[in-house]
């Protein structure tokens, strides 16, 4: 009697024995429609494998892809948003200020953060050159003044540093975090994210705080406005509804000379330093 057993088609072993029978790997014979079964089911196994390979790359494939149009178009949907709310702001400084906002939000940072602050240092001290846009209730919060480190220079900042002790302003993006009460008064602690620009701020103390020195009025008549020593100052009567706006878990964006490269998420990006590991 012939047997025909369907264990592993994969795996069968079969042979012909002396006298030209299909045999199984235990000797057993073979029917020519049993051994064409099998033959049938080994050569029916591969495509399916196959098939279904194909199905699960194309689908992660095409996942990627529908989740790189998403998040292109929320991208350009929030520059084109701040751009109609604070039209003072270039557009380019809008496009690096929320490229980097979702490159680190990409990597997990502020993922539920939606308001981001926007400075660009390369406007003189003595005009408003800060922007505060809440892009969930799409609604500008604050355009306002904000002071520069002393050693970055008079009214237009040249100098920028990421130093411990420079007195200067560090660039890039910071993390808010939670607010204290220091020798400023109500200040807002900030982390920052742009490796070589910023990551040292905590070390620095670099936070938000309303000063006197921030005077456009004053400016008028000096040529500059008041600096700090490389913290982010904003006017006294200001302060506090601002750093309520932005504690836990908001960004600010510091653009100037060399920030650039911030808009770029990859793995050679220069961005998130402190808290992406």
């Not at 660009?120 to 355009?143: C, H």
């Not at 750093?243 to 960004?251: C, E, P, S, T």
């Not at 998420?265 to 590991?277: E, N, W, Y």
Request: net charge positive.
């Amino acid at each position: 009697m012939f047997r025909c057993s369907f264990r592993s088609p994969l795996h069968e072993v079969i042979r012909y024995d002396a006298y030209g029978q299909l045999i199984d790997a235990s000797g057993q014979e073979l029917s020519v429609a049993c051994w064409q079964t099998r033959y049938d089911r080994i050569i029916d196994t591969r495509p399916s494998y196959l098939a279904k390979l194909r199905f699960v790359l194309m689908w992660k494939i095409w996942l990627a892809a529908i989740g790189a149009v998403v998040a292109f178009q929320t991208r350009a949907d929030d520059v084109a948003l701040i751009a109609q709310l604070a039209p003072k702001i270039r557009p380019s400084v809008i496009e690096e200020a929320v490229s980097a906002m979702k490159c680190a939000q990409d990597r997990g940072v502020g993922v539920d953060a939606r308001r981001l602050a926007i400075i660009d240092y390369t406007i003189p001290s003595r005009e408003q050159r800060m922007w505060v846009v809440d892009m969930e209730a799409k609604k500008l919060l604050f355009e306002e003044h904000v002071a520069h480190g002393q050693k970055s220079g008079p009214d237009l900042p040249t100098d920028f540093s990421n130093r411990y002790g420079s007195r200067q302003t560090s660039l890039g993006l910071f993390l808010t975090d939670t607010t204290y009460y220091g020798a400023n008064g109500y200040s807002l602690k900030l982390h920052g994210l742009s490796k070589g620009f910023n990551e040292s701020a905590m070390r620095r103390l670099i936070v938000m705080h309303g000063a006197a020195y921030v005077n456009p009025q004053a400016a008028l008549r000096t040529g500059r406005l008041g600096r700090s020593w490389g913290c982010p100052a904003v006017r006294v009567e200001v302060a506090r509804p601002m750093i309520d706006a932005l504690k836990n878990g908001h960004f600010i964006y510091s653009h100037g000379p060399g920030t650039a490269p911030l808009s770029r998420c990859g793995a050679g990006s220069p961005a998130l330093a402190s808290l992406v590991k």
